[in-house]
């Protein structure tokens, strides 16, 4: 019942804060959104994904989060979100090397590697702009599938924190958060791709998401995404 009372509140602040949005957010189609993304049939044991990451980099620290709480919260919205968890597992790789407070010279901190302008897609995604930022039926969609199958106490980051450099350090101290956010955006660019690549293949829609989650407009973004696509295949070859 309170769940209910609070996502009506939720859905008058969409109509409400779309009055102020001064510039629009990221559109997808509900449909694109809704797809299956998991193109690998091999399951991924959070045992050996433990293991993965502790192989990748002994090192990492276990604060805030140990290799078995991370294996089992990429597996768990790999699920919900319909996304491939060996690809998802790779771009973490790519990005942080798993290090929970790993930080580049640009700016984008954590898992997930998240820039100012990941987390305003984000945000747009989870409704801080209303309608100008995302259709209705998308943030109700998020929202149902956030709370419902990921983490009944998932909040958006922009309800938390008013600032970007407040968001960006819940990112790097409370990594779930890195996980949410990075897989919200990369099915959100998935989605994106869908629509662009109707013909294409799964690995077809993957690249060109991963190309757009690297945000170079260099060709490194083609290397970026060839190299995720890689370690995910590797991954994969490992499991039995």
């Known amino acids: 019942m309170a769940l209910k009372f609070y996502r009506g509140i939720f859905m008058i602040s969409l109509s409400l804060s779309s009055s102020f949005a001064q510039q629009k957010g990221f559109f997808v189609k509900n449909h694109h959104l809704k797809s299956n993304f ?3 049939k091999k399951t ?17 620290s276990s604060d805030y989060m140990d290799n078995e709480q991370m294996a089992e919260t ?7 979100l319909e996304i491939d968890p060996y690809i998802f597992t790779a771009l973490i790789r790519k990005e942080s090397s798993f290090r929970t ?3 580049s010279p640009t700016g984008a901190v954590g898992l997930t590697q998240f820039t100012t302008l990941g987390l305003n897609e984000v945000n747009d995604q989870l409704g801080a702009k209303g309608r100008a930022g995302a259709p209705v039926a998308n943030t109700e969609y998020w929202l149902n599938l956030m709370t419902e199958c ?7 980051l922009y309800h938390q924190n008013e600032t970007i450099r407040a968001q960006k ?15 919200i955006l990369l099915k959100t660019y998935l989605a994106h791709q869908k629509r662009k690549i109707e013909n294409g293949t799964l690995h ?4 060109k998401a991963l190309e757009q989650y690297n945000g170079e ?7 970026y995404a060839a190299k995720i696509l890689k370690y995910a295949h590797l991954l994969e070859r490992k499991q039995k």
């Open 44 to 60: 991924l044991s959070i045992s050996n994904l433990s293991r993965y990451i502790r192989q990748t980099n002994p090192s990492r």
């Open 101 to 103: 407070h790993a930080k």
């Open 74 to 80: 990429i597996l768990r919205i790999s699920s919900c």
């Open 150 to 156: 990921v983490d009944y106490d998932f909040q958006a």
């Open 169 to 183: 350090s819940v990112i790097m101290n409370q990594p779930k958060y890195a996980l949410y956010y990075g897989s």
């Open 38 to 40: 998991i193109i690998s």
């Open 204 to 207: 077809d829609i993957y690249r």
């Open 217 to 223: 407009v260099t060709p490194r973004r083609q290397s």
